[in-house]
T-cell receptor, first 116, second 113 residues
Framework: EAGVAQSPRYKIIEKRQSVAFWCNPI?????LYWYQQILGQGPKLLIQ????????DSQLPKDRFSAERLKGVDSTLKIQPAKLEDSAVYLC??????????????FGPGTRLTVT | GNSVTQMEGPVTLSEEAFLTINCTYT??????LFWYVQYPGEGLQLLLK?????DKGSNKGFEATYRKETTSFHLEKGSVQVSDSAVYFC????????????FGTGTRLQVTL
């Protein structure tokens, strides 16, 4: 079974530029998550999709971050314009579902973003 | 709100030493508890989990017991190997419609020969 795919693996941009990350979840997984992992910290959830609907985006900085999952499969996370403090690893994860059942989340390798 | 506190690293051990990484949590209700491991250059992998009080999760020689009375989920292994060198994250998840994971800051383990 193929895992969660993410691209690119690394990205270096200057502040105020824009950047986009792509994620393809495990086939059949309805739920997709984007996490931000700043160096020395644990991952923090940015946004959670159930199929193509947003379940939780309470910690997404909506003035500069956006995400979409138009067909309920792959997803794109965008930052525009980037700030220095956005330097982090962006992790995508997927699971079969949510709710009361304890579905395991499977993580991709992440995209390491450096903003200079 | 939910939070997870882990012991700070790095933890440096010799091969075959005993490992303990402390984890305590704050949460409402009855969360599920997890340990994830991140090997260099790889994504997070679920190592073990426990879904209710007094449950013991175990995998690859690692184990952790869900202690509700002390709100703890300490990770242990009797004899570490060099291949166990990685960053270990404790996490919790409350059941509900948006079952997000709340992670600790991670503990780096370095095992030497």
């Amino acid at each position: 079974e193929a895992g969660v795919a993410q691209s690119p693996r690394y990205k270096i941009i200057e502040k105020r530029q824009s950047v986009a990350f792509w994620c393809n979840p495990i086939s059949g997984h309805a739920t997709l998550y984007w996490y931000q992992q700043i160096l020395g910290q644990g991952p923090k959830l940015l946004i959670q999709f159930q199929n193509n609907g947003v379940v939780d985006d309470s910690q997404l900085p909506k003035d500069r971050f956006s995400a979409e999952r138009l067909k309920g499969v792959d997803s794109t996370l965008k930052i525009q314009p980037a700030k220095l403090e956005d330097s982090a690893v962006y992790l995508c994860a997927s699971s079969q579902g949510t709710g009361w059942t304890s579905y395991e989340q499977y993580f991709g390798p992440g995209t390491r973003l450096t903003v200079t | 709100g939910n939070s997870v506190t882990q012991m700070e690293g790095p933890v440096t051990l010799s091969e075959e030493a005993f490992l303990t990484i402390n984890c305590t949590y704050t949460a409402t209700g009855y969360p599920s508890l997890f340990w994830y491991v991140q090997y260099p250059g790889e994504g997070l992998q679920l190592l073990l989990k426990a879904t209710k009080a007094d449950d013991k999760g175990s995998n690859k020689g690692f184990e952790a017991t869900y202690r509700k009375e002390t709100t703890s989920f300490h990770l242990e292994k009797g004899s570490v190997q060099v291949s166990d060198s990685a960053v270990y994250f404790c996490a919790l998840r409350n059941t509900g419609t948006a079952s997000k994971l709340t992670f600790g800051t991670g503990t780096r383990l370095q095992v030497t020969l």
